[in-house]
């Protein structure tokens, strides 16, 4: 059993499913590969963008209504993908998962992990309301200094790593961090982040295979299903103890010269 909670199946609202056959093609790929449910979460990019909720919930009402008819059995939920910004709020409908006013699913900019983050999270948290990071093996600001994952989980954050970073979709950095997030107990969801049924498409059932032969059958659960239904809930997520990621130390000339002598 898989719970999906970052996906861009709505149509018509951002950069995912182009149509309504392209929305349903993906409810399909994900019901075929043991995904029980999935949130939408289309992109908020600044405040301004609230003011697409009513079509975004409209569109979401719609595609329940079109996956049922449709015979599919897999579970819809609704939440965003915000973008982070220094004047984010959470008090739209679509802010947090299922409107549970306590988990965000939250993106930076793939080159820089922006420096009003820190504190904004900070202040967030102690409304208790907990930060998902959106893929960091993705972004630039977590690939040349890895211990900043650790200090964000340690500040209470979450991660969200995408399946096709496992799957080296992304590039060899983005894979080599997300192993490393998992090895180290800080990723705590594997989701889809879909767009199509094609070049980003669902492929959670081969990733889950991957997780549970690396880390073995309770990670897997725990990163496909428990944590994501959690996330879903608005109830507590159990975390594993971080282990602490230092950088990797790079030897000097000198010492790199000893080793041939
Ligand atoms: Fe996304």
């Known amino acids: 059993m898989i719970v999906d909670i970052h996906t861009h199946i709505l149509p018509y609202v951002d950069d995912g499913a182009e149509n309504w056959d392209v929305s349903l093609e993906l409810l399909q790929q994900a019901e075929s590969q043991g995904v029980i449910a999935m949130v939408a979460t289309p992109h908020i990019l600044n405040e301004n963008d609230y003011r697409l909720e009513e079509n975004i919930i409209t569109k979401y009402r719609e595609l329940k209504k079109r996956a049922r008819e449709n015979n599919l059995k897999i579970k819809l939920y609704l939440g965003c993908e915000i973008y982070a910004q220094p004047d984010m709020t959470l008090d739209h409908k679509i802010s947090t998962y299922n409107n549970n006013q306590k988990y965000f699913l939250v993106e930076f900019p793939m080159t820089s992990i922006p420096q009003f983050v820190a504190q904004k999270f900070f202040d967030l948290i102690l409304e208790e309301k907990t930060p998902i990071i959106a893929h960091p093996e993705r ?3 977590f690939i040349n200094k890895p211990s900043l994952a650790y200090e964000f989980v340690q500040r209470g954050a979450l991660m969200q790593i995408n399946a096709l ?3 080296g979709k992304h590039g060899s950095k983005p894979k080599d961090l997300a192993y490393k997030l ?5 990723a705590h969801f594997v989701a889809s982040d879909s767009h199509d049924p094609e070049k980003r498409s669902v492929r959670m059932a081969e990733c889950y295979e991957i997780v549970a032969s690396q880390w ?8 496909f299903y428990e944590n994501p239904a959690k996330a879903i ?4 997520i159990d975390r594993e103890e971080p282990i602490p ?3 990797e130390q790079k030897q000097s000339f000198w010492k790199r010269m000893k080793l041939f002598n």
Do not use: P, V
């Open 139 to 141: 972004n630039a600001g």
């Open 216 to 223: 073995g059958a309770e990670k897997a659960k725990m990163l």
């Open 233 to 236: 809930k608005g109830i507590s």
């Open 245 to 247: 990621l230092h950088e």
């Open 165 to 167: 970073s496992l799957l």
């Open 182 to 186: 998992i090895s180290y107990n800080l």
